[in-house]
């Protein structure tokens, strides 16, 4: 059986597409949330079998079916790898995560 970080990793790697999407909650879980300017994920809120969710491009479920994996789940977000879409965000490139920032232009004085 998986990990808690192997499968939280496995539902992050879908993560590519923004937008909407709908779920049908399979069993009893837990809803995680990436943050862009945390650049980390959080707990979002618990769902429960049988209820259709609306996940957003950032947010991921994973369900569980005792009190205390779910606790282990959260302990273990520090092991998340991150969204793929942080990347492309307009924080990561203003805290020059990834690609270089722009280098200010210097005026010319006239004499």
């Not at 837990?30 to 618990?46: C, K, T």
Request: no cysteine; net charge positive.
């Amino acid at each position: 059986m998986a990990t808690i970080v192997e499968r939280a990793n496995k539902e992050i790697a879908k993560l590519t597409k923004l937008g909407v999407r709908s779920e049908i909650v399979s069993d009893d879980g837990i809803v995680f949330e990436w943050s862009n300017s945390r650049q980390a994920w959080g707990m979002g809120y618990p769902v429960r079998q049988g209820t259709k969710i609306e996940l957003d491009a950032n947010e991921f479920y994973i369900p569980f079916r005792q009190a205390e994996t779910a606790i282990k789940a959260i302990n273990a977000m520090t092991s998340f790898n991150e969204l793929p879409l942080y990347k492309k965000s307009f924080e990561a490139k203003h805290m020059g995560k990834f690609g270089s920032k722009k280098k200010p232009v210097k005026s010319k004085r006239r004499k």
